[in-house]
């Protein structure tokens, strides 16, 4: 024990009878000869915890200098899009000396730290919050020549894949208002669309890129688990964090992917990713064929036998899948039954952990942690707690459940999506990809907030194929593939996606029959019925 207990300060405002109170939470008690021994450790503690607080925190410094954020602001009405697609404007122009994305305009998820932008977070339970560090992917875009043109909302405290639940307000799909655009990286997807900026970078712990990518008809890439450093961007459950773009062509990722990937010295998610800067995605996919000649393409039995997967959606992906043919690939049915079980394992999962990073009892990790909004979010109040949105409050409410109910079934289910990972990595043996629909269904009509299982339910269901990805750490891409009239209106026509995956490391397989697909078959002319 390294606590010092020798010189308790006077001031110190710990009480004897304390000690018992906090463990009143947990059900237990010390005996009456212990209490003065534990008043006195205790007391050490809380003088040790003032201590450090009165130290400096350590957070990147950013160069504001070379990159200085230009006329900050909250949109007007009259600059706002799709909605409320914008969650702030400004400006960050890029390396004046160029790089990869020279001339590339970028939207953050507004989850992203960029160093004196408010943060919304698509809620309202605290006002905002304000970074003093920018994520390193932010500083990697810069560095590349990007500008950084805003961040976009994003679905209340990250947690739905509607477009409905923003307290800032709701996102209209591009390609048909009074339809959802996805979520929970909603506002950026319908940027990219919209053709107002050409890449976003998303946080997916579950679908969050792929699923709004789907519904508004662009690239959405979920790259291996660590390949992009998650930090600055605020976690749900550090064990599904992932972070990667969503573009108009998969050729934009693969570049977006080459400048913001690699360890960063900070993330220890990132630990086993290759060397910043090692990487040329975007390179092979310029100067390789668009042949798929040799290559092996697994179709998921179970990625599309899903009862909740619309049939229209099924046939028309399975059509797009089977045009790899074309491209010279085999083209082969591929079946992993425990893939069904991916929604239960990712559930078990992001209820307890995401409950412990809500509750600020998330620990354990190296890596930057956000120290500003920690001290903004915390503690809960009842009044904070009764403006969340019912899918937050579920996840605190889930989350103190199974942990009370069911001690041991976080590691078990840490066990089994290691098992997932296996089972998948045997495939990817034999195939170079596996696909399957992204989403279930094309995208909805809004949903409306009211009672918790109203306000939740238009999002139940819609992640079967994309959060196991995030459990097992696979690169999973999401490519637009045609469209498909509405359910309620033969007359709207909206985008159908096709997601890739590849093994872990694979992005490169995974990017190459994304680009042959996109590159000989144009997706805005197939129309499906």
């Known amino acids: 024990m390294s606590v010092l207990f020798t010189s308790i300060s006077p ?45 400096p925190d350590y957070q990147p410094i950013p160069d504001l200098e070379k990159y200085p954020r230009q006329n900050l602001r909250r949109p007007s009405p009259d600059e706002q899009v799709f909605g409320h697609a914008w969650a702030h404007r400004f400006l960050i122009r890029g390396n004046p000396e160029g790089g990869l994305l020279a001339g590339k305009s ?127 961007i605020t976690s749900g459950d550090a064990l599904n964090d992932h972070t990667g773009p969503i573009s108009r062509t998969v ?27 090692a990487t040329s995605y975007a390179k092979s996919l310029q100067t390789g064929s668009t042949s798929l000649t040799g290559f092996k393409v697994g179709i998921l039995t179970e990625g599309f036998s899903h009862y909740a997967v619309d049939p229209a959606v099924k046939s028309s992906v399975m059509a797009a899948a089977q045009k790899f043919s074309d491209l010279g690939a085999v083209v082969d049915e591929v079946s992993i039954p425990d893939h069904l079980h991916g929604p239960a394992i990712w ?17 354990g990790r190296r890596g930057l942690c956000l120290t500003e909004l920690e001290g903004e979010r915390l503690p809960w109040t009842n009044e904070s707690f009764q403006r969340a949105w019912p899918a937050t409050k579920n996840v605190i409410m889930n989350g103190l459940y199974l942990t009370s109910q069911f001690p041991d079934l976080y590691s078990k289910a840490t066990n089994i999506g290691r098992r997932l990972r296996d089972l998948y990595e045997e495939i ?63 007359q709207v026509q909206l985008p159908v996606g096709m997601q890739i995956v590849g093994g872990l490391w694979q992005e490169s397989k995974v990017l190459q029959a994304g680009h042959a697909w996109e590159t000989q078959f144009n997706w805005k002319e197939c129309h499906y019925s």
């Open 251 to 277: 050729l934009d990722a693969a570049q977006c992917l080459d400048c913001i990937s690699g360890y960063d010295g900070i993330d220890d998610r990132s630990i086993g990713a290759p060397r910043h800067g």
């Open 347 to 363: 559930t078990i999962q992001q209820r307890v952990s995401g409950s412990l990073t809500l509750l600020g009892q998330a620990h």
């Open 106 to 232: 970028i939207s953050l998820k507004d989850c992203i730290a960029v160093a004196g932008v408010p943060q919304l977070h698509g809620s309202d339970v605290i006002p905002s919050w304000t970074p003093s560090t920018d994520a390193t992917v932010v500083t990697r875009l810069l560095d590349a020549g990007a500008d950084i043109v805003g961040t976009s909302t994003c679905e209340n405290l990250c947690s739905s894949t509607s477009s409905y639940t923003s307290a800032q307000g709701i996102i209209e799909n591009p390609f048909a208002p009074g339809y959802s655009a996805g979520g929970s990286t909603s506002g950026g997807a319908a940027l990219v669309a919209g053709e107002l900026v050409d890449i976003t970078i998303g946080g997916d712990q579950g679908g969050s890129v792929r699923v709004p990518a789907a519904l508004c008809g662009c690239v959405g890439l979920k790259p291996t688990y660590g390949l992009v450093p998650f930090t600055g």
């Open 11 to 55: 001031d110190n405002p710990v009480k004897k009878e304390d000690v018992n109170e906090l463990l009143k939470r947990i059900g237990v008690s010390v005996r009456e000869e212990e209490e003065d021994d534990f008043h006195t450790l205790l007391a050490a503690v809380h003088d040790c915890a003032e201590s450090v607080s009165k130290l």
């Open 428 to 490: 990817f043996k034999q195939y170079d990809v596996v696909v399957m629909p992204t989403m279930p269904i094309i995208a909805p009509r809004h949903g409306k907030k009211g009672l918790p299982i109203d306000s939740v339910k238009p999002s139940m269901g819609l992640t079967i194929n994309t959060a196991i990805f995030n459990v097992t750490g696979h690169p999973a891409m999401s490519i637009p593939v045609g469209f498909l009239p509405a359910k309620d209106d033969p």
